[in-house]
């Protein structure tokens, strides 16, 4: 049986980099897009080690709030909405779109498994134009604990009536292919700039440079 190929959202299929004029604005330096995307992971993990969830928004406005601490930046209301509203914005990667477009004509179920809430996943999907590739977009908010927690990737196959062995996460972190690895499935790690997988870090049997690299690699396996 194909695998179903689950994808994460945010730099995976996403362009977070869209954010960096902002942070240019806000900061005087763009690279704090990168400090604060850290946080809002490590604020995430907290949460979820803590058994405190709160919505991925939440999270993300909070952590903006401590990396504007560190830096001593006192954040306007209109800097907080821009920052975390454009979130819902971002664009695809370029190759992001025809690689979809390939894994869907293959025969391939695809499906999105993201931290964003229920909400801002329809939202993001829809404005990137990418929502009609998959058949689901399933958010952490099902059980209320993040990624990498085996829970999610337990829901996500419930959700799509299959065993946890036949599904495959696609990512461009290293410890979201690593939660799906060690709660049963299969992954795939897309290499984006900057993007590594660690030494202990699960290592899945598909890795690429980017999207259309690693559906090269789902098609000739999965199909």
Known sequence: MSKVIVFDVNETLLDLSKLRPHFQRVFGD????????????????????T????????????ALEMTAARHGIELSDDDRSQIV?????????????ESL???????????????????????QLTNAGLMDY???ALSV???????????VYQMAAEKLNIDISNMRMV??????????????ASGAFVARPGMVLGPLSEKPDIIGKDLSEVADKII????
Not at 85 to 92: A, K
């Open 134 to 136: 998959f058949e689901q």
């Open 101 to 123: 477009e390939r894994l869907r004509d293959a025969g391939l179920r695809l499906a999105a498994l993201t931290n964003s809430s229920a909400t801002a996943v329809d939202a």
């Open 171 to 184: 990512a461009a972190h290293d410890w979201d292919v690593t939660g799906a690895i060690r709660a049963g």
């Open 30 to 49: 763009a690279n704090v897009l990168k400090q604060w995307f850290s946080q809002v992971l490590q604020s995430a993990l907290v949460v979820t080690i």
């Open 85 to 97: 509203g454009s979130m819902l914005t971002l664009p695809p990667h370029p190759e992001v779109p």
């Open 220 to 223: 000739e396996i999965e199909t």
């Open 51 to 62: 058994d405190n969830y709160t919505d991925f928004g939440t999270v993300g406005r909070n």
């Open 141 to 151: 908010d099902a059980v209320r604990r993040f990624k990498p927690a085996a829970e």
